[in-house]
């Protein structure tokens, strides 16, 4: 059940109302956010036609991974968490005025202190490389490839973080649409430009068509920021120089995003761990394998587009509404906010988890296997993704959990849950590839173990601290999404297991066995959560419709 009737913020709406506009807010982001996870998809395929599993793309992988670390401790992880919420509550206490200041205080310390950093990463880029991907050195050339592109990618950092702080600035202004589809601009500058450079000047220039990809990644990150520019002025966020080192909001972001470095960078931290052990897995004989990284990296990707439809989308639009239920001391709104928010990121992800591990074969398969990519490598990619799946909902729980701390002014939890997560993963990967000989698919196992304990820990902490956060509610409608899912998993199963034996592994056979497997599971969930009387459908539903009938009055 809901709260009681009368439980009201003092401006006179409902808790459950701030919750409707969250789910409004993410069915904008969702959408933005599944333009960006399609051409993210088209992305990859790109890749694995181009490029297949080889030491080329591992290289790649690992060199790209350099920036992406950096950017989670320095942008869209701690810096964006520590902002919003900043951002936020200076929106809501002190107005527009004060936080445009804030804003451009930001701005101007970001640009030469990432700046700084990128240029740090270029000179010790050998050394870095050595320290992630140790087992590179085995391999004539992959070491040297990753260091060149590693350092052509550098200063991606530096417009991913300005991308980050802008779509930051803009959710909490409530604009979701431009930045949630910002990265989309990513994929399509980055695979056109990266294409062109690769393919037309490699040959003239005499580099590998794979550092054109490097070059075109670079490119991305500037258009990622640049199309949320016209985005920024219409939101009253135009750009000017500001330098004071002691303002309080300035001061209150830097105390939350020092010790969240650790906090919202571990799952990266914890990939890069990943990464360190994939690149030094030998086959039988003894010989370094080529592939594991790019395994892991195909995989995840899949794992990315439920992961930002529903747990970033949800999490984005969740943020700047606990921050301002907090900034005005309204916990009960907070409460069930945060709750309310939780459910619906258990509803959306754990079917779409599910879906994945029964129809892993033929969905990898129908999306990557052509040119390069290989029958066997769509077996390796596929049994990652089963391990991955299983951490999917927590994964994306976390990400909704996480910046709630932020929100209350805490970071020491997060922190201490994240540095306890990084050396279990470490324990964890040790222990299956060492000790199990569980290949690259333990090293996914290990991921989804540490974010299923990420969140049991975080969930605990913050229910303790808010004085109860809805649990008999959550655990109700987590019970009954179980159930849905259970039967929506079983319907799956026998539909695809039918079809695959009729139609075939064919592209044509793959495609009748993903499409109608997925259309009779996601009946089947729908019909079930109605039966069950699932909460959280019902109130997406309510708020889908009622922004559908607004436009339409509108129009």
């Known amino acids: 059940m809901g709260p009681p009737a009368e439980l009201t913020s003092p401006d006179g709406s409902r808790p459950g109302d701030e919750h409707s506009r969250v789910v409004r807010s993410a069915g904008?982001?969702?959408?933005?956010?599944?333009?960006?996870?399609?051409?993210?998809?088209?992305?990859?395929?790109?890749?694995?036609?181009?490029?297949?599993?080889?030491?080329?793309?591992?290289?790649?992988?690992?060199?790209?991974?350099?920036?992406?670390?950096?950017?989670?401790?320095?942008?869209?992880?701690?810096?964006?968490?520590?902002?919003?919420?900043?951002?936020?509550?200076?929106?809501?206490?002190?107005?527009?005025?004060?936080?445009?200041?804030?804003?451009?205080?930001?701005?101007?310390?970001?640009?030469?202190?990432?700046?700084?950093?990128?240029?740090?990463?270029?000179?010790?880029?050998?050394?870095?490389?050595?320290?992630?991907?140790?087992?590179?050195?085995?391999?004539?050339?992959?070491?040297?490839?990753?260091?060149?592109?590693?350092?052509?990618?550098?200063?991606?950092?530096?417009?991913?973080?300005?991308?980050?702080?802008?779509?930051?600035?803009?959710?909490?202004?409530?604009?979701?649409g431009v930045p949630a589809a910002a990265s989309a601009s990513f994929n399509v500058v980055s695979v056109a430009a990266g294409l062109a450079i690769?393919?037309?000047?490699?040959?003239?220039?005499?580099?590998?068509?794979?550092?054109?990809?490097?070059?075109?990644?670079?490119?991305?990150?500037?258009?990622?920021?640049?199309?949320?520019?016209?985005?920024?002025?219409?939101?009253?966020?135009?750009?000017?120089f500001a330098f004071d080192l002691q303002n309080p909001a300035l001061r209150k972001v830097s105390r939350l995003m020092l010790p969240a470095v650790v906090g919202a960078a571990a799952v990266q931290v914890n990939v890069v761990v990943n990464l360190n052990f994939a690149s030094q897995l030998v086959d039988a004989a003894g010989n370094v394998l080529d592939g594991p990284i790019s395994w892991l990296g195909y995989s995840f990707r899949f794992m990315q587009l439920p992961l930002g439809l529903f747990g970033v989308a949800i999490a984005s639009a969740t943020l700047p509404a606990i921050s301002r239920s907090a900034a005005a001391g309204r916990m009960d709104e907070f409460r069930d906010t945060l709750s309310r928010s939780l459910g619906l990121v258990?509803?959306?992800?754990?079917?779409?988890?599910?879906?994945?591990?029964?129809?892993?074969?033929?969905i990898v398969g129908l999306i990557y296997e052509r040119g390069q990519f290989t029958a066997y490598d769509t077996q390796q990619t596929a049994s990652a993704l089963t391990y991955y799946c299983v951490g999917l909902a927590a994964y994306a729980a976390v990400k909704?959990?996480?910046?709630?701390?932020?929100?209350?002014?805490?970071?020491?939890?997060?922190?201490?849950?994240?540095?306890?997560?990084?050396?279990?993963?470490?324990?964890?990967?040790w222990t299956f590839i060492h000790v199990l000989d569980w290949g690259h698919s333990g090293l996914a196992l290990s991921t989804s173990l540490v974010a299923g304990l990420n969140f049991v820990l975080l969930?605990?902490?913050?229910?303790?601290?808010?004085?109860?956060?809805?649990?008999?509610?959550?655990?109700?409608?987590?019970?009954?999404?179980?159930?849905?899912?259970?039967?929506?998993?079983?319907?799956?199963?026998?539909?695809?297991?039918?079809?695959?034996?009729?139609?075939?592994?064919?592209?044509?056979?793959?495609?009748g066995t993903v499409g109608l497997s997925?259309?009779?599971?996601?009946?089947?969930?729908?019909?079930?959560?109605?039966?069950?009387?699932?909460?959280?459908?019902?109130?997406?539903?309510?708020a889908v419709l009622s922004r559908v009938i607004r436009t339409g009055r509108r129009a």
């Open 400 to 429: 909704v959990l996480t910046p709630a701390y932020y929100a209350l002014g805490d970071v020491r939890i997060p922190m201490l849950v994240a540095a306890f997560s990084i050396a279990l993963n470490y324990g964890l990967n």
């Open 459 to 511: 969930f605990w902490f913050m229910r303790t601290k808010t004085n109860g956060l809805r649990g008999r509610r959550l655990a109700s409608s987590l019970l009954r999404i179980s159930a849905a899912t259970a039967g929506m998993g079983a319907a799956c199963w026998a539909v695809s297991q039918g079809l695959i034996n009729t139609l075939g592994n064919g592209f044509w056979g793959r495609f």
């Open 346 to 362: 258990f509803l959306l992800t754990g079917p779409a988890a599910v879906g994945l591990i029964v129809l892993r074969e033929p």
């Open 198 to 240: 690769g393919y037309w000047l490699g040959p003239a220039l005499n580099f590998e068509p794979i550092v054109g990809m490097a070059c075109g990644a670079l490119l991305g990150g500037m258009a990622q920021y640049a199309v949320q520019i016209p985005s920024l002025r219409a939101a009253n966020l135009p750009f000017a």
């Open 518 to 542: 997925v259309a009779v599971g996601v009946g089947v969930l729908y019909g079930l959560c109605l039966v069950l009387k699932v909460p959280e459908l019902e109130g997406a539903r309510r």
């Open 28 to 176: 904008v982001v969702g959408a933005a956010v599944f333009l960006s996870r399609i051409t993210g998809l088209i992305r990859e395929v790109v890749f694995a036609n181009f490029f297949g599993a080889s030491f080329v793309y591992d290289a790649f992988l690992a060199a790209f991974r350099i920036p992406n670390l950096f950017r989670d401790l320095l942008g869209e992880g701690a810096l964006s968490a520590a902002f919003v919420s900043v951002f936020s509550q200076e929106l809501e206490t002190k107005g527009e005025r004060d936080a445009l200041r804030l804003y451009n205080l930001l701005t101007t310390i970001l640009v030469p202190v990432v700046g700084l950093v990128c240029l740090v990463l270029i000179l010790f880029m050998p050394e870095i490389v050595d320290l992630m991907a140790p087992g590179f050195a085995a391999t004539p050339g992959k070491r040297e490839l990753t260091i060149l592109m590693a350092r052509i990618m550098a200063p991606f950092l530096l417009f991913i973080a300005l991308a980050a702080q802008a779509m930051g600035a803009l959710n909490a202004k409530g604009r979701f």
